[in-house]
């Protein structure tokens, strides 16, 4: 499975983003995909996650902001952000991990936020 996030930026404080992961290869082995992302300085940070039924989780930091979602095909992973703020800017990175008692997990190149206050 290959990821590969778009969809970042420079935007102001208050400004919203969409990003992008589309992914390819085996994406039937997938059970749950997520973003996670790493500011400068701290630990990468799970962000939201949504199963293949739809069962979505989100970091308290971000709730009543970002929605996650997916395309019905599998193939491509949505992050909507409203309300940016200058402590979402990180590099944010794709995440899928497979089915099985020992899953595979994959990870996308990251792609860059930077909220300006």
């Known amino acids: 499975v290959q990821l590969q996030a778009s969809g970042g930026g420079l935007v102001q404080a208050g400004d919203s983003l969409r990003l992008s992961c589309s992914a390819s290869?085996?994406?039937?082995?997938?059970?749950?995909m997520a973003w996670y992302r790493q500011a400068p300085g701290k630990q990468r940070e799970l962000v939201t996650s949504i199963t293949n039924d739809g069962t979505t989780r989100y970091a308290d930091s971000v709730k009543g902001r970002f929605t996650i979602s997916r395309d019905n095909a599998g193939n491509t992973l949505y992050l909507q952000m409203n309300s940016l703020q200058p402590d979402d800017s990180a590099v944010y990175y794709c995440?899928?991990?497979?089915?099985?008692?020992?899953?595979?997990?994959?990870w996308g190149r990251g792609t860059l936020v930077t909220v300006s206050s």
């Open positions: 290869g085996r994406i039937s082995v997938i059970r749950v």
């Open positions: 995440h899928a991990k497979s089915h099985g008692t020992l899953p595979a997990v994959y």
